[in-house]
């Protein structure tokens, strides 16, 4: 987290001073969301680690129920990228040597604190559904960190101008659009409003159906290895 997001704003620091394209509160919110989507990866991640270290197999088989269990572990795992804001507004404030970059208006830190909220809802969502791709393959470790761009990529969050045209389909399908724009204190559209819902949910249910495949094929058919 502390790495992926400082090199995030520095990078969006650096093209700020060059080209001035964005505004500096969309310098480090792009930043925090970065680091915050990096750890979501690992996050996602951490079951295949658990499979790795020999504990997964009494994960599975907790009293409490294995899918209380391994929401909880890539819960708790992503709840590590909310400290990717403040780091990202603490580090462009030693940037530019200010801490009058950003808004000090009480509706936009409102907005701020409920596009973190909205983000890191976003981010488990996405990575319980990751999570339940991974646990299916012993190799996850090695790719997880190539989720990262190809989601920023499709949420339209990279662009600084006019974004093509398929983006505007694949963004409303990632629960991370309408989280950027609160954030960035930008014009909320009204298919962001509709969209982060419905997408949150159906991450949420592809997950709850693949995590529920996922443990039968374990506990029952024994066809997935959990050791």
Do not use: H
């Amino acid at each position: 987290m502390v790495m992926a997001t400082i090199s995030a704003t520095l990078v969006q620091f650096f093209a700020f001073s060059a080209w001035g394209a964005i505004t500096p509160t969309q310098g480090w919110v792009r930043g925090g969301v970065i680091g915050m989507w990096s750890v979501a990866t690992t996050a996602a991640g951490i079951v295949g680690f658990q499979r790795y270290r020999g504990t997964l197999v009494y994960l599975v088989l907790a009293p409490v129920g294995a899918l209380r269990v391994l929401a909880a572990l890539v819960a708790s795992a992503a709840t590590c990228g909310l400290g990717a804001f403040p780091l990202a507004w603490v580090t462009w404030a030693l940037c530019a040597g200010s801490v009058s970059f950003t808004t000090t208006d009480a509706v936009g830190w409102a907005r701020i604190a409920a596009g973190v909220v909205a983000l890191f809802i976003g981010c488990v969502s996405l990575s319980f559904a990751v999570a339940t791709l991974f646990v299916l393959t012993p190799n996850a470790i090695s790719y997880e960190g190539l989720v990262l761009v190809p989601v920023f990529l499709a949420s339209g969050i990279l662009f600084t101008s006019s974004a093509p045209g398929w983006v505007g389909i694949t963004s409303a399908l990632l629960p991370l659009r309408l989280p950027f724009e609160l954030l960035s204190l930008g014009p909320i559209s009204t298919v962001s409003l509709w969209a982060w819902p419905l997408s949150v949910a159906a991450w949420s249910v592809l997950s709850w159906l693949g995590a529920k495949r996922a443990i039968r094929l374990a506990t029952r058919a024994g066809t997935l290895e959990v050791i």
